[in-house]
């Protein structure tokens, strides 16, 4: 498998030209578009740049909400689902060394939301390139803010690099810096130029299969997260008259003709939640608006009295394109 970056790593949304990444406004050279006409897109305050060509937005604010993302970023951030995360890391690690060569890969996280399991996933050493996608602006600015603190957005860690590559002469073989490029863009149509990326992840996000299997090299890997039967289980319960039992692995058919399936894990953690954690829990997820108000206020009541008990459950699958 080749493991060198290729040079023009994201196209324009517009034209399809290579994009020229640069620190203020990304540009791309025109080349396919019939006027020659160069498209600039500015990198945000916040480090990161909209790819999104309003023509591909559903809606004036498509993906999760500010008020979504945020309740995600507290609720996450107390580590409730931090079993997930570490069992996702611990599979990345073991089969990214099988399919890219030492410290190289080239990662995408699809659906980053406010950055959680992205961080995670950017400390890995065989990760030095990290591409975060959500269609959420509030998402991806949540993500770049995160890394901006951390100095690993992609500009900030190129000035580190100049005098890197001073020393090593790395830019010969790796002209695209190193770090994280929070990218606001759907999933349906990634910027990103064919065979290009070593792992896609999809944690309880779209999935496209047609789509990450072009952006990802022979042999790439796929990580998905979904929710397993009987996630939050009395949650529901509480919330719906009726449970619907969530089909898992469904999805593995569409993926079936471009990837083999390596590995499952199912992971789950107990959660004793306040009710200020539980009406996080609920605004992150599509529970909070498909349940009754009632129901929904009886069960926060519930939470004032005492911790709610319920049970998260998760599946990993780990797939490899052919
Ligand atoms: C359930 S959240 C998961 C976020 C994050 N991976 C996590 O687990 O914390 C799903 C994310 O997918 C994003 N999303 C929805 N449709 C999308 C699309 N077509 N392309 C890219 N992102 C999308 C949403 O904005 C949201 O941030
Ligand atoms: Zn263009």
């Not at 040079?7 to 517009?14: G, K, T, V």
């Not at 890995?124 to 600015?141: C, F, G, H, T, Y």
Request: proline share 6%.
């Amino acid at each position: 498998m080749k493991t060198t970056v290729p040079a023009s790593l994201f196209y324009c949304p517009y034209c399809q030209s290579d994009l020229i990444i640069q620190d203020k406004t990304w540009r791309c050279d025109g080349r396919l578009h019939q006027k020659h006409i160069c498209h600039p897109f500015d990198v945000a305050r916040q480090g990161y740049v909209n790819l999104l060509p309003v023509q591909h937005k559903k809606s004036k604010e498509p993906g999760d909400s500010a008020e979504s993302i945020m309740a995600r970023q507290r609720f996450l951030e107390q580590g409730f689902y931090q079993p997930l995360r570490t069992t996702l890391i611990g599979m990345i690690e073991q089969y990214l060394p099988k399919v890219c060569d030492d410290k190289k890969g080239l990662w995408l996280d699809v659906g980053c939301g406010d950055g959680y399991y992205t961080d995670a996933i950017a400390h890995i050493q065989e990760i030095p390139r990290l591409i975060a996608i959500d269609i959420s602006k509030p998402a991806v600015s949540a993500t770049a803010k995160r890394f901006k603190k951390q100095s690993k957005l992609w500009w900030q860690a190129k000035s580190n690099q100049t005098i890197n590559n001073q020393k090593h002469a790395i830019e010969a073989e790796a002209p695209l810096p190193t770090g994280i490029y929070p990218i606001v863009s759907s999933a349906a149509q990634l910027p990103i130029s064919d065979g290009s990326i070593h792992g896609v992840s999809s944690i309880f996000s779209p999935i496209l299969p047609d789509e990450f299997a072009r952006v990802l090299q022979a042999g790439g890997l796929l990580i998905i997260a979904k929710p397993d039967i009987n996630h939050l289980a009395s949650m529901r319960q509480e919330l719906f008259e009726q449970v619907r039992s969530h089909d898992s692995d469904k999805f593995l058919e569409h993926l079936s003709t471009d990837f083999e399936l390596l590995a499952t894990e199912q992971v789950s953690s107990q959660l004793a939640l306040s009710a200020s954690q539980l009406q996080d829990l609920l605004t992150m997820t599509p529970y909070s608006y498909r349940a009754k108000v009632q129901r929904r206020q009886a069960l926060l009541a519930k939470a004032q009295i005492s911790p709610f008990i319920t049970e998260a459950k998760f599946i990993i699958y780990v797939l490899q394109h052919h």
